[in-house]
């Protein structure tokens, strides 16, 4: 576990993560990255860090993992159902790092 960093056209997911599928030979082949909402001060509370770029893509920050096998699979259907009352909110950041808005 760890931060994830993924540049993005559109912030706001259609699922409440980010997931692309990749290949490395010398990972093994097929893998997929992951990245989930961040925990706030409750399990209630998810977001994701998002900072604008000067070419209107968005860099999307959140929970990050390299997974493969089966175990995507079984953790996206965990995470929609983990996820399916939970609002996901963005924190918009500056160059700095401060938050500027929350959505």
Not at 45 to 63: A, I, M, P, S
Request: proline share 3%.
């Amino acid at each position: 576990m760890g931060n994830g960093t993924a540049v993005v056209k559109d912030y706001k997911l259609k699922q409440p993560y980010y997931c692309a599928k990749d290949f490395d030979a010398k990972f093994g082949g097929d893998f997929w990255f992951l990245i989930e909402p961040l925990y706030g001060w409750s399990e209630e509370e998810r977001f994701f860090y998002v900072r604008e770029l000067d070419d209107g893509k968005y860099e999307l920050t959140g929970e990050g993992y390299v997974v493969s096998g089966k175990r995507p699979v079984e953790r996206l259907k965990e995470l929609r159902e983990e996820l399916i009352n939970i609002k996901i909110q963005y924190v918009f950041l500056d160059e700095n790092g401060s938050e500027v808005r929350r959505e």
